[in-house]
């Protein structure tokens, strides 16, 4: 099983790979040479951030109601590198509220320029936004009750299983009902907030979607007592940040401020300081960095000799 799901990984990881590399579609427009984008950004001297309330520890709430997370930190880290291709160092940064049912035509409609929260990267999305290097790599798993009897996808028959909208979650469990013909009774909440809390008033006897959001939701709510994640991955989930499609420049400044994160080697210790310390808001994951996530992010280095 393990082999199956580093090939799993290995394949999602190469895949976006192979997106990045593609040249991206669409002429420059907008004033002095700049993309349509960045050429609003300019403009107005400040970059729109879309982030999630609660999906921890990528962009969800600290205690005061600002918004924090390790995906908000890689963006703020683009916005530099989009504040030196517009020559404008001082940008500010306004942030909006998206959700999973929301967030790509919050980008496609351009009321977000930078997408900040876990989304996952795949051919379909592909079609309408493009998206940054790997930043994670996660997969949809379960959450049930501490004395549940469901461990497995054969244990759900019959069952009502809890999603979030608009979610790669959502688009697995209904191939899983399908492929097994588990009779499953699907329903949806808007965030994962909400669909943790129908678990929580025993409105599903499952919530599915990535393991790692899931650990997030039990470590912020210390319900460790009373849920648990369980089972194999039920699909594989590469994450990476979203922005306008068809934008070659806005590209190459996302991808650069990747590179240089991975040149000075930044990537790793900004892992770990939302994934194994102890998050701002006081709960603390201890996801250690999969061998994956690192060897995508050893590749990001430019370093002389790194890649030879």
């Not at 009750?145 to 009502?160: F, H, N, R, V």
Request: charged letters at 25%; hydrophobic letters at 40%; glycine letters at 8%.
């Amino acid at each position: 099983m393990r082999q199956m799901v580093r090939r799993e990984i290995g394949a999602c990881a190469l895949w976006l790979a192979g997106c990045l590399l593609a040249t991206a579609a669409g002429a420059q427009t907008g004033g002095e040479g700049l993309s349509s984008t960045l050429a609003a950004i300019k403009s107005r001297h400040t970059v729109h951030l879309g982030y999630r309330e609660s999906s921890p520890p990528f962009s969800f709430l600290d205690q005061a109601n600002r918004p924090i997370g390790y995906s908000l930190e890689l963006c703020q880290a683009v916005v530099d590198e989009i504040g030196v291709e517009v020559d404008d160092p001082g940008l500010k940064i306004e942030y909006v509220k998206v959700t999973s049912d929301d967030r790509i035509p919050a980008v496609v409609q351009g009321k977000i320029d930078l997408e900040c929260g876990s989304t996952t990267a795949n051919a379909e999305r592909s079609k309408q936004v493009a998206f940054s290097p790997l930043m994670f790599v996660a997969g949809t798993k379960l959450m049930v009750p501490k004395d549940s009897t469901i461990s497995a996808p054969k244990d759900l028959q019959g069952k009502t299983v809890v999603v979030t909208r608009g979610t790669t979650n959502e688009q697995a469990m209904h191939a899983l009902d399908k492929k097994f013909s588990l009779g499953l009774n699907i329903v949806t909440a808007s965030d994962h907030e909400q669909s943790y809390q129908m678990l929580v008033d025993g409105k599903a006897a499952a919530f599915a979607t990535d393991d790692i959001l899931l650990y997030g939701l039990i470590a912020r709510h210390k319900s460790q007592d009373k849920f648990h994640v369980v089972g194999d991955y039920l699909s594989y989930d590469p994450y990476g940040i979203m922005f306008r499609k068809g934008e070659p420049q806005l590209k190459e400044v996302v991808e650069r401020a990747f590179r240089k994160l991975g040149t000075n080697h930044d990537l790793v210790p900004l892992y770990n300081k939302w994934f194994v310390s102890r998050l701002p808001t006081g709960e603390r994951m201890n996801v250690a960095i999969s061998p994956q996530l690192e060897d995508a992010f050893k590749a990001l280095d430019n370093s002389e000799g790194v890649n030879d």
